[in-house]
């Protein structure tokens, strides 16, 4: 079983960078589907945006898309969140997860939480104004 772990959250400026990584216990990560989600408090889990296992194609939510980018580094076992511009509205707890069904589905599946069976910790984003 995968073990998750997130990092590279904090307290930052509106404007500002971070880059979260998602760490995994096994080798195995690399074949997996894996993507990012968040919650705000009071809020429901949101898809932030996916990387599939064929091939690497990546899809964001409409909320980030030109402003966060994902990656993998098979060699580290590790998934990335570069998140530039960041506004208030990105604070939320951020979720990596892991699918690890080698299948291809569509961008629909792939945005439900209950699409995944590994999660890390989270690692919380705080946006000032």
């Known amino acids: 079983q995968v073990q998750l772990v997130e990092s590279g959250g904090g307290l930052v400026q509106a404007g500002s960078s971070l880059r979260l990584s998602c760490a995994a216990s096994e080798r195995t990560f690399s074949s997996y589907t894996a993507a990012w989600f968040r919650q705000a408090p009071g809020k429901e889990r949101e898809f932030v945006g996916v990387?599939?296992?064929?091939?690497?194609?990546?899809v964001y939510a409409d909320s980030v898309k030109g402003r966060f980018t994902i990656s993998r580094d098979n060699a580290k076992n590790t998934m990335y969140l570069q998140m530039n511009s960041l506004k208030p509205e990105d604070t939320a707890i951020y979720y990596c997860?892991?699918?690890?069904?080698?299948?291809?589905?569509?961008?629909?599946?792939?945005?439900?939480?209950?699409?995944?069976?590994?999660w890390g910790q989270g690692t919380q984003v705080t946006v000032s104004s």
């Open positions: 990387i599939r296992w064929s091939g690497g194609s990546i």
């Open positions: 997860a892991a699918d690890p069904r080698m299948v291809y589905r569509p961008v629909s599946y792939y945005s439900r939480p209950n699409s995944y069976d590994y």
